[in-house]
């Protein structure tokens, strides 16, 4: 079946760089995009979503990019801080079908801050 | 306020044996979920319940059972374990689609690491 996958699987990024975590999905049909932050020993944290209708979405020191042209997603970190360091996943679904809550999750990103 | 609560945290299993792990939320939740993640892996649903007395298989249902006789808890169940299923199992909860305006937000536990030998 199709899936959402990730580029790179570790990101070794410097204490107040940004950092850029990328997403591929191939499921054309995906509509919704969510991203979760993995600690070390905890459970995934909400990070953003944004739907198929918009191209970006910024939050609290993080923005998600969609571009549904090349089904890519991305979630960019401004000035990456050492509480960044974790696992960074990506993970979709169709929200008109009945998958609510059935996501599909990535392989996760591996995130570490050098100071 | 607690969230969601899963124990036990971690358990040591002889293959063959049986066990439950349980999870509860306090956030008044219709959604609630179980996945499971291997290592360097994502997270694959094991099964989900959009309301009490009401379950469904995920993807990846086999060698597993659920209950959901109230609104709060979900325990999942391992009847007869296998080393395949050594993994870390999450529980999660969410608010139905309706409720949550189409923001598929997960609030997850903090994981139940399995070993099966």
């Known amino acids: 079946g199709e899936s959402v996958g990730l580029h790179l699987p570790t990101l070794s990024v410097q204490e107040g760089d940004n950092s850029i975590i990328n997403c591929a999905y191939s499921?054309?049909?995906?509509?919704?995009f969510i991203w979760y932050k993995q600690e070390s020993g905890k459970g995934p944290q909400f990070i953003i979503d944004?739907?198929?209708?918009?191209d970006k979405r910024q939050g609290q020191r993080v923005t998600v990019l969609l571009n549904k042209t090349v089904k890519h997603l991305s979630l960019q970190i401004a000035a990456t801080q050492p509480g960044d360091s974790a696992v960074y996943f990506c993970?979709?679904?169709?929200?008109?079908?009945?998958?609510?809550?059935?996501?599909?999750f990535g392989a996760g990103t591996q995130v570490v801050v050098t100071p | 306020n607690a969230g969601v609560t899963q124990t036990p945290k971690f358990r040591i299993l002889k293959i063959g044996q049986s066990m439950t792990l349980q999870c509860t939320q306090d956030?008044?939740?219709?959604?609630m979920y179980w996945y499971r993640q291997d290592p360097g892996m994502g997270l694959k649903l094991i099964y989900y319940?959009?309301?009490?007395?009401?379950?469904d298989k995920g993807e990846v249902p086999n060698g597993y059972n659920v209950s959901r006789s109230t609104t709060e808890d979900f325990p999942l169940r391992l009847e007869l374990a296998a080393p395949s299923q050594t993994s870390v199992y999450f529980c999660?909860?969410?608010?139905?689609?309706?409720?949550?305006?189409?923001?598929?937000?997960?609030?997850f536990g903090a994981g139940s690491r399995l070993t099966v030998l």
């Open positions: 999660a909860s969410s608010y139905s689609p309706t409720e949550a305006s189409g923001a598929n937000v997960l609030t």
């Open positions: 499921n054309s049909a995906s509509d919704y």
């Open positions: 944004i739907r198929s209708n918009m």
């Open positions: 993970a979709e679904n169709n929200q008109t079908t009945d998958s609510w809550g059935k996501l599909q």
């Open positions: 956030m008044n939740h219709n959604y």
């Open positions: 319940s959009v309301g009490a007395g009401i379950t």
